[in-house]
């Protein structure tokens, strides 16, 4: 059984700060790795997705990606209100008989203090 | 229009009934999931298939069964609904390995 934890939160930073949100799987051979955001009720949206070791920007968003240690990591610079949501994280799997799919967190709760 | 559309968004059935949760998509993926979202629990996944003759369980299929109608259709029963399968549906596609998943609007499900 392949796995992702998560902190469940919540995960309270003050606006403008920087938010660090975490996560570590359990396959070694895991190859790709997505973060998603979603907001309650909604659906999950991809915010980044990262498969090589160290860090991939895009904009206010960093993802981290350390495969010795079997983590994977999320930085949100210059915190917003809008930020508030609840952040995935999801590994992707594959198995020997052809079938792939992601497994996801149960998710970060993170809250943005005006 | 979604590119992922589920349908109900909502519904509310009693126990022992019969439904139908649908999911079209107009991606042209090959690859699609169904998903429940309880609190606390995350994105479990119960049934997933890569074409119409490929169906296969995921961690949580007891009690449910699915549909492969066609390439842009994938539709999850429960056969005979209980008050613990209350949840946040969620049908999802991809479109090869390594790639991310798209999701529905979910399908928000009471029964009582």
């Known amino acids: 059984q392949k796995e992702v934890e998560q902190n469940s939160g919540p995960l309270s930073v003050p606006e403008g700060a920087i938010a660090s949100l975490n996560c570590t799987y359990s396959d070694r051979g895991s190859q790709s790795f997505f973060w998603y955001r979603q907001y309650s009720g909604k659906s999950p949206e991809l915010i980044m997705f990262i498969y090589s070791n160290g860090d991939k920007e895009d904009g206010r968003f960093t993802a981290q990606l350390n495969k010795a240690s079997q983590y994977v990591s999320l930085l949100i610079r210059d915190s917003q209100p809008s930020d508030s949501a609840t952040y995935l994280c999801a590994v992707f799997w594959y198995s020997g008989g052809g079938a792939d799919g992601l497994t996801f967190g149960k998710g970060t709760h993170l809250i943005i203090q005006p | 229009d979604a590119d992922v559309t589920q349908t109900p968004r909502n519904r509310i059935t009693k126990t022992g009934k019969r439904i139908m949760l649908e999911c079209s998509q107009t991606?042209?993926?090959?690859?699609m999931y169904w998903y429940r979202q309880d609190p606390g629990l995350g994105l479990r996944l119960i049934y997933y298939s890569f074409d119409v003759k490929d169906i296969n369980k995921g961690e949580i299929s007891d009690g449910y069964s699915v549909s492969r109608q066609a390439q842009a259709k994938f539709s999850l029963s429960l056969e005979s609904a209980i008050p613990n399968q209350t949840a946040l549906y969620f049908c999802?596609?991809?479109?090869?390995?390594?790639?991310?998943?798209?999701f529905g609007q979910g399908t928000r499900l009471t029964v009582v």
């Open positions: 991606k042209g993926h090959d690859r």
């Open positions: 999802a596609t991809r479109h090869s390995p390594n790639t991310e998943a798209f």
